[in-house]
């Protein structure tokens, strides 16, 4: 809530009720007084027919989709409804400019409505950064009679939209680097795959009976087994870190982040699906979620699931994926190579690392 006043309707009342404490002061009588008292109990039951006005608004809104695309229009609808008996007028729509753009509605735009009815308005937005937040209409502004102050309240109902990020190649120039492409690719003469792969040869015997592809043996008239791929010399894997940051804190600089955070991770994923190769990735989505990556029907459901909002469910859950970065951040785990996307560093060096 936020009060804010207009000093030349301020002054206006100062210098009117000054005049009249002169005016019962020197007349007296029940003319004077009553204009003085009446001026005196102008402030709060203006207080009053403002509490009664926001506890009788009620304000839907929302878009035919929860889920949009970053930079595309939508139709958004709204509809403010006063149930009571009291009629609102000048109340002020104070718009979510910071992070929409609108078209057919004006921040600041001021309507009224008349006791027991509804008005609609029909307006079109453009969702600036990718993320979950709340867009529309983000707080009532009501008014005294004489537009000497107004009170900001926030809305009762707010929508909470879904903004999946746009797909770029801004992760591009961070992906295509030496140590990066060398890793894939490459197979182990050692080191072979728990599940047998296409690749056939005849029995030998301590092979496992589970490895006998028996219709293939049946065609060739001997006992034929798979045999497992190659394991890969090296993995890549790339982990993601959000910051945590409570829905009440989360203000246009953290927008910002998340939006190049959102983008930065879809790009980079982007970059191995369109090439067809494998890349583990590793996010939270209310718990830790691990999800290989490799063509296009793989990179559409990590897209859906990273759009919808990288939240922990717990501070448990978030401590463990900071743990999980920082086991991953040194040189030499395992047989992989890390690249680590971390969104509390951004915009500084740190913001992707490749180690491995």
Known sequence: MSVRFDLKASLSYIIILSAAVVFASFYGGVLPFTLLFGIILFIPVSVICIAVNYHCVLV??????????????????????????????????????????????????????????????????????????????????????????????????????????KITDIAETHMDIENLINSVGSKSEIRMEEIPGNDMRSYRPGDPMSRINWKVSARNNELMVRVPDKQDTRRITLILEPANVPERDQDIRFLKRRDYFLEFAVSSAWYFARRGLPVLMIYPAGRITQRQVDSYDSFREFYNDVSGGNVYRSDDEKDRMHKLTQERRQAGYGNETAVLILEDEWPGEDFCIVAG
């Open 60 to 165: 839907y809104q929302g878009l035919s989709s929860y889920r949009v695309i970053k930079g595309e229009r939508h139709d958004l609808k709204m509809s403010i409804e006063n149930t009571g008996f009291i009629p609102i007028h000048n109340m002020e729509l104070l718009l979510h400019s910071d992070r929409c753009r609108f078209e057919g509605i004006e921040d600041g735009e001021r309507i009224s409505i008349d006791q027991r009815s509804k008005t609609e308005i029909n307006a079109r937005v453009e969702c600036i950064y990718g993320g979950t937040y709340n867009i529309g209409i983000k707080s009532l502004g009501f008014s005294d009679i004489f537009g000497m102050f107004t009170v900001r309240l926030n809305v009762p109902y707010s929508f909470r939209a879904i903004v999946s990020p």
